[in-house]
């Protein structure tokens, strides 16, 4: 999506000079940029969704999970969203086991 771009390659001139020069920007492209975004393809999605996201991830910022989880339910999709104070992207730290553990009962639970 057009974020991604603004986001990982706001440092790397080069790569964003030919993205840009390619696609264009969000404003001159909207149609490529919008169907570049997982959230124009919510209304596909038929099974419950499991979003995990700590709450200092720098990698992906906690305010797109909120937006998507916000999109998704407004798609009337089944949605169970939990925060993982303070953890960050990977969940490598004391939430990786209970992320883990309630990743599973989510899974037994809607498709086992």
């Not at 996201?53 to 999709?77: E, Y």
Request: one cysteine or more.
């Amino acid at each position: 999506s057009w974020e991604n771009v603004q986001k990982w390659m706001a440092n790397d001139p080069v790569v964003r000079k030919y993205v840009i020069g390619k696609y264009g920007t969000a404003e001159e492209n909207p149609k490529f940029w919008n169907g570049m975004s997982s959230i124009s393809y919510f209304n596909r999605i038929t099974e419950p969704v499991l979003v995990e996201h700590g709450t200092s991830d720098t990698t992906c910022p906690i305010k797109w999970a909120d937006r998507a989880v916000t999109k998704l339910r407004a798609n009337g999709k089944e949605v169970t969203y939990s925060k993982r104070s303070g953890a960050g992207h990977t969940f490598y730290d004391s939430t990786f086991n209970s992320a883990m553990a309630k990743t599973v009962k989510f899974m037994k639970r809607n498709f086992d």
